[in-house]
């Protein structure tokens, strides 16, 4: 047999059993933060307390045709807004749960946090929710919309489209220390294992979630460590592509500079995140180390033959990302007028 042929045979099998593993059960791993729960998508009853697919029917019908006609206006005006409103609701969500919090700005907010500096796009939010307001005022959360937003943006850069249940509050709590905890893109994988399990988040999930790298770029800052002086070697990664090394170097001289994530198809949703990490060509330490260990270098090989089975599967584990609900945030928050600003009452 072909030997690309048997790879590609063994790695389909492998991640078509961990599918199977993963959707027959939820995780039953003791959270890190007792606060935060995440409902099993095979339990659609867990998300009746707090989250509903109907819940705008009536009080907004036209909520996400109003969201999508805006991203579409601003993503045709500047593509990078796509990748960027996914991030920006990924570190949402990882840190208080997806309760708008990287959204307030205030001194000392999350938003303020140097791991938040390159976010961008709370323009976007800002703008949609105005024109929400006007027509459905005091209805929609920021929560909501932020959630919403980053799935257009993933539609409208060729990915996939997933059904969103609605109802999350806007918390009132926002902190810069708080924010320190998103990854930084040098972590080892157990450290990114152990920190999307206490998410609620599995194996699966962090492989998948990973290939939104390949839309978007990065600062040059994250990646100069590989460049120049890896674990204080003052020597390049050695597992860097030679060709892929000198292209880096030469475009990240400072580390101000912006790189792309994917540097083969850097504007399009697809599986060639996956093709690069098997060519050493994986641009961030946590990409390129996801096909160097045993617990993730099956799924991240089986994702790279199947692109209809990533894009659903991203799917899948961004309703259980956009799904993390800090218990304080729903019982205590409120719907925000202004995404920036608490409500005055």
């Known amino acids: 047999m072909n030997h690309n042929l048997y790879t590609m045979n063994v790695s389909s099998f492998i991640i078509t059993i961990l599918l199977i593993l993963f959707s027959v059960s939820c995780l039953a791993d003791d959270y890190s933060s007792t606060s935060l729960k995440v409902p099993c998508l095979s339990d659609l009853s867990a998300l009746e307390d707090d989250l509903s697919y109907s819940l705008y029917h009536e009080s907004c019908p036209d909520l996400e045709g109003i969201i999508y006609r805006k991203v579409k206006e601003w993503v045709a005006k500047d593509p990078t807004l796509a990748p ?18 990287i959204l307030l700005d205030h001194e000392g907010s999350e938003k303020t946090s140097n791991m938040s500096k390159s976010l961008r796009g709370f323009e976007v939010i800002d703008d949609i929710k105005a024109e929400i307001e006007k027509k459905c005022p005091k209805t929609v959360s920021c929560a909501d919309i932020l959630t919403t937003v980053a799935r257009d943006a993933t539609v409208l850069a060729s990915g996939p489209y997933w059904t969103i249940p609605y109802g999350r509050k806007d918390g009132r709590v926002s902190l810069a220390k708080e924010a320190m905890i998103v990854p930084k893109g040098s972590e080892s994988v157990t450290s990114l294992i152990e920190f999307f399990q206490s998410k609620g988040l599995n194996v699966l999930d962090l492989v998948v979630l990973s290939g939104a790298h390949t839309i978007g770029k990065t600062t040059c800052e994250s990646v100069q460590h590989r460049l120049y002086d890896y674990k204080g070697t003052k020597k390049p990664d050695p597992s860097l592509d030679p060709k892929y090394l000198n292209y880096l170097r030469r475009k990240c001289r400072w580390a101000s500079e912006n790189v792309n994530l994917d540097g083969e198809t850097p504007n399009t949703f697809d599986t060639q995140y996956y093709q690069n990490l098997k060519k050493n060509m994986g641009l961030l330490s946590t990409d390129q180390l996801l096909y160097h260990d045993s617990r993730t270098k099956p799924v991240a090989n089986g994702l790279s033959f199947e692109p209809s089975l990533f894009k659903n599967q991203f799917g899948v584990s961004m309703v259980k990302l956009s799904s993390i609900l800090d218990l304080t945030s729903q019982d205590d928050g409120e719907i925000r007028v202004d995404c920036k600003y608490v409500n005055k009452y």
Request: hydrophobic letters at 35%.
């Open 84 to 101: 960027s409103l996914l991030r920006l609701h990924y570190h949402d969500c990882v840190v208080r749960g997806c309760d708008a919090s």
